[in-house]
């Protein structure tokens, strides 16, 4: 059975949860929502928290809260996902799109310095998305002055024992997704949260329709996900280290990142050397699936011109993903494992 790139890790807990929520009729927001922002608080010790139903509804309210008017300038990754650009055009603002470090998939302070310089009017804000869940110098980056709302959808991890998570960085809002596809997933939705009482203020004084609001349902597998999170997370970390063990016998490169924060694992990327046709090709045959780790992105998608970002365009072409999740068995970890180290 060929072994899937993505596959949500949903076990007996989260679906009796969701059961529980079905029988006592909390499918819509309510209750549940709110219990799970009491859960969430213990995690990431924000001051204020809005449950809503998906990354995109987070996003457009948090540039909404910034009050942000008709041509703002808006700078974001060229990796960033390819809602931001629906979002943006929904609120009338202007997306710079910014290039990514050399081999990295990280925003620095230089490229963010150089997109903002391309225009005459300041920006009003900066989308820092912890690509692939690989977190950025946010001190570097929140030393620009412009205000920054991060997604850290993918770069969630457990706090270890005594230490203090959600500590300020310089991100006046954070998104957490909880998307399929997220580091926690509930199906769908997401928290928009800030940590400081004084830029907790506008989100406060929003008022939410149930449309927009995450549903009881969603809410009961996400209490379930931070709970079960730290057992997940060090599965994650015992997977990477026999591929990174495996893959070090290639001449494919690992993706250069900040090495202070530590990494989540959230994904098992390299940059080939070789055609990215012809390791998917030897994945099919070997029964291991290979995505391009950057197809739902602003630039995978075409929003962006690939002269603009010469750097996030190579990286787009070059980068593989491989199976990495905590349901997998063994069995497929040792066959992931054998076929990384005989890539092409």
């Known amino acids: 059975m060929k072994i899937e790139v993505y596959s949500p890790t949903i076990r007996r807990k989260e679906m009796d949860a969701v059961l529980t929520a079905m029988v006592e009729d909390n499918i819509g927001p309510g209750e549940l929502s709110q219990k799970l922002v009491q859960t969430a608080r213990e995690y990431l010790h924000f001051d204020y928290c809005i449950p809503l139903r998906s990354p995109a509804v987070a996003l457009y309210f948090a540039l909404k809260a910034l009050d942000l008017h008709d041509g703002d300038r808006v700078l974001l990754s060229s990796l960033a996902p390819g809602y931001c650009a629906w979002v943006l055009e929904s609120l009338r603002l202007s997306p710079v799109y910014c290039d990514t470090a050399p ?42 002055g412009i205000p920054i709302i991060e997604d850290c959808s993918r770069s969630y991890a457990p706090p270890e024992e005594g230490e203090e998570k959600g500590e300020k960085k310089g991100a006046v809002f954070s998104i957490l997704g909880l998307e399929e596809r997220d580091a926690l997933t509930a199906g769908g939705g997401a928290l928009l949260y800030a940590l400081s009482r004084r ?33 997940n997370f060090a599965k994650r970390r015992d997977i990477a280290r026999a591929y990174t063990q495996a893959s070090l016998r290639t001449r494919h490169k690992h993706i250069v990142r900040n090495d202070e924060p530590e990494y989540n694992n959230y994904a098992f990327p390299l940059i080939l050397e070789t055609g990215m046709k012809d390791v998917i090709a030897y994945g099919r045959r070997k029964e291991v699936s290979v995505e391009y780790a950057f197809a739902d992105t602003l630039m995978g998608s075409g929003l962006v011109p690939r002269e603009a970002c010469p750097e996030a365009y190579s990286l787009s072409l070059r980068t593989a993903l491989f199976p990495l999740y905590p349901r997998l068995s063994s069995a497929q970890i040792t066959k992931v494992s054998k076929f990384l180290a005989t890539l092409p």
Not at 125 to 143: I, N, Q, T, W
Not at 207 to 222: Q, R, V
């Open 199 to 231: 830029d907790s203020g506008p989100l406060r004084n929003f008022e939410f329709p149930g449309e927009y609001s995450l549903p009881g349902i969603n809410a009961a597998l996400a209490q379930i996900q931070f709970k079960e999170a730290p057992r």
């Open 103 to 144: 081999s990295s998939v990280l925003l620095s302070r230089e490229t963010i310095s150089a997109a903002a310089r391309s225009g005459e009017k300041a920006p009003g804000a900066l989308l820092v998305h912890h690509v692939l869940g690989f977190v950025p110098d946010m001190a570097s980056l929140a030393e620009t």
